[in-house]
């Protein structure tokens, strides 16, 4: 099942209307009818904290979602030992030199000025803004998994403010 459809189907199992989601996840109501009516909207338009933020409101998980999308990319959620120590950017960057890739080469791929690719391995919230289809684009193109770039980085918790 398409991520549109599982969507509008767990905002209508939750009881929710498309502006009371739309109000929880910060997008405008006309934004969150398109990803429920459009196939690609999901993918293609909102960006990944958005498709994060929706998954979580309605109790989905965002790789379970992305699954069923036509993506040429590693869609494997596997977990990853170094998860939690490696920052996506770094991990980016990381094997973008161990495949021999330059800046350029990497944002050619992917369609983008090397601006990007720069923003994208310095700063961790900037792959967040891009839409789930640019970073499957990326993650291909590096051999990496998908979920290893569009879930959360974690991270381990700091000492309590007391």
Known sequence: ???HELIRQARERAGLSAEEVAARVG??????IDVETHPDEFIEVIAVSEARALC????LQLAEVVAGEPLEANLSTK??????MVPRGVRIRQKREALGISVAELAFAI???DVAVENIE???QYLDSL?????AELAWKLSLPLTCLILATERKPGPKAG
């Open 1 to 3: 099942m398409r991520a």
């Open 27 to 32: 997008l405008s109501a006309p934004e969150y």
């Open 56 to 59: 979580d409101e309605l109790g």
């Open 79 to 84: 977990p990853h030992a170094d998860r939690t």
């Open 111 to 113: 369609g983008f000025e």
């Open 122 to 124: 310095a700063d961790e």
């Open 131 to 135: 839409p789930i289809a640019v970073v």
